[in-house]
């Protein structure tokens, strides 16, 4: 009956059923594929963790922290230099934090094999310029600078050092010889003297001296040295400036 019923349609009402039909069940199965994609998508989303920072922990600890989120480490067997991180910790890290993982992905660490080993060159009676010019050079540090003074040795040259030659290190310590030593004064007592006068005393004995005036001081007459740096009984050398603040 539903036959005859069909046959009895148009052509044209019977062409438009069809297309409906066909267009209700492409949606059903567009509908189907876009449901079963959401859902695997949330479903990997769930099963998904954000991978933490590790870079400056040991292996152990970092295997720890990735267990409790189902993760796993690998350790990249070459170890590589930094003068950053100690060694024997983590210096990179894959993936990078921050990004999300799934449960049983193994996160890849390279360890550091900390600082970069130089071999620390000669520098014993090399000038203290050319000696800190070659170690910065080669990549050192240097730690500190120790003075003597000695007739023994050409002034401003390195007379030993720290470590030894030819010995890995990325900091160095040197002896520089800065020759005779200066001659020494006692620092007078010059307050309540004219300044020009004291300075010029002073001055015959090789120092030198600023004098440099100050406000008026009541009772003193002007030109007065009110005070002195270094005070008196300092020891002083040629290489030391003297000031003498005068009143006005």
């Known amino acids: 009956m539903v036959r005859c019923l069909l046959n009895r349609m ?5 062409v438009w059923r069809l297309g409906k039909g066909v267009a209700l069940l492409a949606a059903l199965i567009t509908t189907f594929f876009v449901s079963l994609a959401v859902s695997m998508r949330m479903a990997l989303r769930a099963g998904e963790v954000t991978v933490p920072a590790l870079a400056g922990v040991t292996a152990s600890d970092a295997t720890a922290a990735l267990a409790d989120l189902g993760l796993t480490l690998r350790v990249d067997d070459a170890a590589r230099p930094d003068d950053r991180v100690p060694a024997g910790r983590i210096m990179q ?4 934090a921050g990004i999300g993982a ?3 992905r193994s996160v890849r660490v390279w360890l550091s094999a900390g600082p970069r080993a130089v071999i620390v060159p ?8 050319t000696a800190r010019i ?3 050079q ?3 540090t240097i730690a500190a600078t120790s003075e003597v003074h000695s007739t023994d040795y050409p002034p401003d040259t390195v007379i030993a050092q720290s470590p030894e030659p030819d010995t890995a290190a990325t900091r160095v310590r040197l002896l520089v010889n800065r020759g005779e030593p200066a001659i020494a004064y006692v620092m007078p007592d010059v307050a309540g003297t004219a300044g020009e006068q004291a300075a ?3 001055r015959q004995q090789g120092l030198r001296v600023a004098v440099v005036a100050t406000l008026p001081v009541p009772n003193v007459p002007p030109g007065t040295v009110t005070q002195q740096t270094p005070a008196a009984g300092s ?3 040629a290489t030391d400036i003297v000031s003498l603040e005068v009143s006005r």
């Open 122 to 129: 000669r520098v014993i009676g090399q000038t203290e310029r």
């Open 10 to 14: 148009p052509f044209g009402a019977r």
């Open 200 to 202: 010029d005393a002073l």
């Open 235 to 237: 020891r002083v050398s």
């Open 102 to 104: 799934r449960r049983q």
């Open 93 to 96: 890290q894959d993936p990078p």
């Open 134 to 136: 070659r170690l910065e």
């Open 138 to 140: 080669g990549g050192m």
